[in-house]
């Protein structure tokens, strides 16, 4: 019964370690997009 549960929580935790990463990784490709719009609209004004 221990085995199950401890089995059970690092599957949580490996779970919940993916989503953090692919919410790091989409807030970098967001803020990635930001910065190109920025620097397309500073080409453009010149």
Same mark, same amino acid.
């Given at each position: 019964? %221990?085995?199950?549960? $401890?089995?059970?929580?690092?599957?949580?935790? /490996?779970? #919940?370690?993916?989503?953090?990463?692919? %919410?790091?990784?989409? $807030?970098?490709?967001?803020?990635?997009?930001? /910065?190109? #719009?920025?620097?397309?609209?500073?080409?453009?004004?010149?």
């Amino acid at each position: 019964m %221990t085995r199950l549960i $401890a089995t059970a929580l690092l599957l949580i935790a /490996g779970t #919940a370690a993916l989503a953090g990463c692919n %919410t790091m990784a989409g $807030a970098g490709q967001d803020i990635s997009s930001g /910065g190109h #719009a920025i620097t397309n609209s500073a080409e453009e004004a010149k």
